[in-house]
């Protein structure tokens, strides 16, 4: 023991703290600038007028998206987890696709379907609160479903098995004994859910649905009335926060394990062809609503429309800064992961800090970023002026690498968790043998954990990439002038009610997602499926 711990304290904590610091900050100068800023009457005059309507939009769309994502995440889960039929080990990682989607894509895609002039006109247009709410649970249901299929998956079969053995039927036997089990995992991705809700800056503005996201824009870019954008930025993040803080009680609560302390591995119910063919088009449903008929419909009038001026820089600049923001959000996660593993109180803390960067809405976190950057030029500039006579010559705000600080205050809490799951799997034991043949801490960390964290890395990092591709409010409002990416292009055509041109970029964004978000969902159900055969043979022996 005295050994394992001499091991622990050699972890450095100081990565951690800075990641720490990074993700706290912009929401420090965000709650500053709320304080402190003079009161304009804005808010007051938004209070009279707009405000109830962003409440209202705000709840309404969230519960919507909530639910649906749900129903559909845990009811898919229990579907692949426990049955088997055709096309069933395709659909554990094709349901995760539609997160390759932004939700304001598939807005875009679904409001040219069913507005009046569309080919699914006869249908009720998808727009306002109800139609921003249901987009947005069909682009974000995996995030229940990945949580609750290994729930699902992980589950010991004595509970369901003596709910049946008692007469209760299947529904009831899943919502009275698996359910329950599960409800810590849904919780979580709930959670993530409602925090991607409240962080949706395009999909609501385009179908008619202003949000807290949308007001706080509007106060900060439309009005200039900075202070009170602050203040609608607390707002939007306490409801986030108190989300999160539900979440993390639901989960302490719900903590259930076997009474026997054993597993018993259930075995997957064979339905017959009729019953699997109707699953398989369950599955099937929410991967054609969610991705290919939106999709579908964007590449028609992309077909139909001129091409995107620029598109190419778009693209490159969205890559460029992507790439950029998952290395870095890697490394922040590994060295949180390390911070935790070095079972210091520190760590922990630091860790635990850098982890709530996720409730942050990327909105909230650039104008966090541009007061932190704005009073550092402040000082740059006094400082220059005192010593030269003028003022310094380079704009610290607006650029690149504020850009990338806000991205990685937002997500190097995305990369948090696959960092210290990679991570666990390096046990103190071979720490201890290295360090016994002579190994120093650099070449351990070298030959002995890179080796068996690396794909964990590079989760993290294509994680990372992945949301960036898709972020809008944070780029909208910290690219540097004549710096365009491909959701801003995109978001700026649809502005404009020019959907072919905006359909080609949203298109691009989905096409460069795709493969790094196929291989995600691959590893994750295949590393769930090993720990299920490993329980399998346990139980065999």
């Not at 069909?138 to 004595?158: I, W």
């Not at 299947?170 to 599960?182: H, N």
């Not at 200039?224 to 609608?232: E, F």
């Not at 409730?359 to 402040?378: E, N, R, S």
Request: aromatic share 8%; net charge positive.
């Amino acid at each position: 023991m005295a050994v394992i711990a001499r091991l622990r304290q050699a972890y450095p904590v100081w990565p951690a703290l800075i990641a720490a610091i990074a993700c706290a900050a912009p929401l420090a100068a965000v709650a500053a600038l709320a304080v402190s800023g003079e009161w304009s009457g804005y808010l007051a005059h938004l209070w009279s007028t707009r405000l109830p309507v962003y409440l209202i939009n705000t709840l309404q769309v969230t519960l919507i998206s909530g639910s649906l994502a749900v129903v559909l995440g845990s009811g898919l889960a229990w579907l692949v987890a426990r049955y088997e039929f055709a096309g069933r080990s395709v659909f554990e990682w094709l349901l995760a696709l539609p997160l390759a989607v932004p939700a304001y894509a598939a807005a875009y895609g679904w409001f040219d379907l069913t507005q009046a002039a569309g080919p699914l006109g006869m249908l009720p247009t998808v727009r306002g609160a109800t139609g921003a709410g249901l987009v947005l649970g069909l682009t974000l249901y995996p995030y229940v479903y990945l949580l609750a299929r290994e729930a699902f998956a992980g589950q010991s079969s004595d509970a369901y098995e003596a709910a049946r053995t008692l007469g209760a039927r299947p529904r009831e036997a899943f919502l009275r004994a698996a359910m329950p089990m599960a409800r810590p995992a849904i919780a979580a991705g709930l959670a993530l859910v409602v925090m991607e809700t409240l962080a949706d800056f395009g999909a609501v503005a385009h179908l008619g649905a202003p949000t807290l996201t949308v007001g706080l824009i509007r106060a900060w870019a439309g009005e200039g009335a900075t202070a009170d954008a602050a203040r609608l930025a607390l707002i939007l993040v306490a409801i986030a926060f108190l989300i999160f803080a539900l979440e993390r009680a639901q989960r302490a609560r719900a903590r259930q394990t076997s009474a026997s302390g054993r597993r018993r591995p259930s075995r997957r119910i064979v339905l017959a062809p009729l019953r699997g063919l109707a699953a398989a088009a369950l599955c099937l449903s929410p991967v054609l609503l969610g991705m290919v008929i939106p999709l579908g419909r964007l590449g028609y009038r992309a077909l139909n429309a001129p091409v995107t001026r620029d598109l190419a820089s778009a693209a490159q600049n969205a890559v460029l800064l992507a790439v950029i923001a998952g290395v870095l959000a890697a490394v922040l996660g590994l060295a949180a992961a390390y911070a935790l593993r070095s079972g210091t109180r520190r760590g922990a803390v630091a860790a635990r800090v850098a982890g709530l960067g996720y409730a942050v809405p990327g909105a909230v976190a650039a104008m966090g970023v541009l007061a932190i950057l704005g009073l550092l030029q402040t000082w740059i500039d006094a400082a220059w002026t005192g010593l030269f006579g003028a003022v310094f010559p380079v704009m610290l705000t607006g650029g690149i690498a504020a850009l990338i600080f806000a991205y990685l205050s937002r997500f190097a809490a995305a990369a948090i968790g696959p960092a210290d799951s990679a991570l666990s799997r390096v046990t103190p034991a071979l720490d201890g043998a290295a360090r016994t043949l002579g190994a120093g801490a650099r070449e351990t960390a070298r030959r002995v954990h890179w080796p068996l964290i690396m794909q964990g890395a590079l989760l993290a990092a294509l994680l990372v990439f992945v949301e960036v591709l898709k972020e809008l409010p944070a780029t909208m409002i910290l690219r540097p002038f004549n710096f365009d990416t491909l959701a801003v292009i995109a978001h700026n055509y649809a502005s404009d009610e020019r959907l072919g041109e905006a359909a080609l970029p949203a298109l691009l964004i989905a096409a460069v997602a795709l493969p790094p978000m196929i291989w995600i969902a691959r590893r994750i159900v295949r590393q769930e499926d090993g720990r299920e055969n490993a329980v399998h043979a346990e139980a065999g022996r």
